[in-house]
């Protein structure tokens, strides 16, 4: 989709036919497994569609300061800064990922969405990152390093950690100031063409 919206169109064609064979390929393994030896996917319900896929039952199982908390969790500190990041990205790095925000919402749909959102670091990361370079060098580390306490508890799920909530709070409100020391320190700050 991003070489299309380039307009690389070769590139994009031979992208598209990769994909392709490696779809091909996994839909005949797949199909081999269930036909030939009874393979199943047990209880997971990624694969009911039209029954709310993995989100439904999800939802259905959560409460709502349940769901809220886990995506917040996902990203914390991130949902203040990568916004502001995208902002100030670079072009392609804006377009990639636009292009990759229906990916995200499909595989939020079809699996555990905090988890789905797991495989769109490689975007939300350099977008804050980018937010926090024109931040004053200890409101960036402090910001990184509070992000970090908060997710030796969350993501790694280490318990001699102490509780998450501490640490993704201080993340969030280091990252509001930085974000506001960077504005003010740099006004001439300006949005990528």
């Keep these: 989709m991003y070489e299309s919206v380039e307009r690389r169109w070769p590139s994009a064609l031979r992208t598209l036919l990769a994909a392709n064979t490696a779809l091909i390929v996994w839909a005949i393994f797949q199909l081999t497994m269930i036909i030939r030896f009874n393979y199943g996917y047990g209880g997971t319900t990624s694969n009911r569609f039209l029954s709310g896929g993995g989100l439904g039952p999800w939802l259905h199982e959560q409460s709502l300061r349940g769901a809220l908390s886990a995506m917040f ?12 990041g995208f902002a100030w990205a670079p072009r392609a790095l804006r ?4 292009v990759a925000a229906p990916i995200a919402v499909a ?10 959102l797991w495989n769109f670091h490689f975007l939300v990361t350099p977008l804050a990152a980018i937010a ?19 997710n030796l508890r969350v993501g790694a799920q280490l318990m ?13 409100v280091f990252a509001i100031v930085a974000l506001v020391r960077s504005v003010r320190l740099q006004p001439d700050i300006a949005p990528s063409a």
């Design 73 to 84: 969790n996902e990203f914390g500190a991130l949902y203040v800064l990568a916004p502001v």
């Design 95 to 98: 377009r990639l990922t636009i």
């Design 107 to 116: 595989l939020c749909y079809v699996q555990q969405p905090d988890r789905a």
């Design 132 to 150: 926090l370079e024109r931040a004053p060098f200890a409101l960036a580390v402090l910001t990184v390093a509070a992000f970090a306490v908060a």
């Design 160 to 172: 001699f950690v102490p509780a998450a909530r501490f640490a993704l709070a201080a993340s969030v």
